[in-house]
T-cell receptor
Framework: QQPVQSPQAVILREGEDAVINCSSS?????VHWYRQKHGEAPVFLMI?????EQKGHDKISASFNEKKQQSSLYLTASQLSYSGTYFC?????????FGTGTSLTVIP | NAGVTQTPKFRVLKTGQSMTLLCAQD?????MYWYRQDPGMGLRLIHY???????AKGEVPDGYNVSRLKKQNFLLGLESAAPSQTSVYFC????????????FGPGTRLTVL
């Protein structure tokens, strides 16, 4: 049930762009994205609902294709503060499944 | 407004000991979840509650019990701790239903020797 994310890890220089992918073997009705910094709790970024809409949060945006059961998170002009582990997640009924995580490191 | 709090922050147990982790939220949220996070595994749902007096099993419930006697509190119990339960435990609460934003507590780091 756990969504699969790719890549597992990525290193960027400040100002570069990155894409994190999330795919599920089960039907997706919504996709959440969270960021977790080392030693801290996950922090909500955005939710995408059925309809293929793209949402944005500052220079971080995401898309959701429910037919392909996939979501992608786009980070543009990355900043040092973007470093952390990114998780996608999806709900089935009242249960919730987080993805395997993508470690993102932004270096000067 | 404290949001979601967890106690304790750290704990070391010996195999076979028991303990209870407390999660408290002051946002009047109906849904509360307990997760464990292990390296390379992401967060996995242990148990959850959709309202006061209700609990249900998540993905990895074995070895844990929970109670939700008051709406604002969600307790996670380990009756006989095992080394495999060494992990970081996070509690989260959600307004409305499971498709909404989750608010996480700061986590409890548990080590079982």
């Amino acid at each position: 049930q756990q969504p699969v994310q790719s890549p597992q890890a990525v290193i960027l220089r400040e100002g570069e762009d990155a894409v994190i992918n999330c795919s599920s073997s089960k039907a997706l009705y919504s996709v959440h994205w969270y960021r977790q910094k080392h030693g801290e709790a996950p922090v909500f970024l955005m939710i995408l609902l059925k309809g293929g809409e793209q949402k944005g949060h500052d220079k971080i945006s995401a898309s959701f294709n429910e037919k392909k059961q996939q979501s992608s998170l786009y980070l543009t002009a990355s900043q040092l503060s973007y470093s952390g582990t990114y998780f996608c997640g999806t709900g089935t009924g009242n249960q919730f499944y987080f993805g395997t995580g993508t470690s993102l490191t932004v270096i000067p | 407004n404290a949001g979601v709090t967890q106690t304790p922050k750290f704990r070391v147990l010996k195999t076979g000991q028991s303990m209870t982790l407390l999660c408290a939220q002051d946002m009047n949220h109906e849904y509360m979840y307990w997760y464990r996070q292990d390296p390379g595994m992401g967060l996995r749902l242990i148990h959850y509650s959709v309202g006061e007096g209700t609990t249900a099993k998540g993905e990895v419930p074995d070895g844990y019990n929970v109670s939700r006697l008051k709406k604002q509190n969600f307790l996670l119990g380990l009756e006989s701790a095992a080394p495999s339960q060494t992990s970081v435990y996070f509690c989260a609460s959600i307004a409305g239903f499971s498709y909404n934003e989750q608010f996480f507590g700061p986590g409890t780091r548990l080590t079982v020797l």
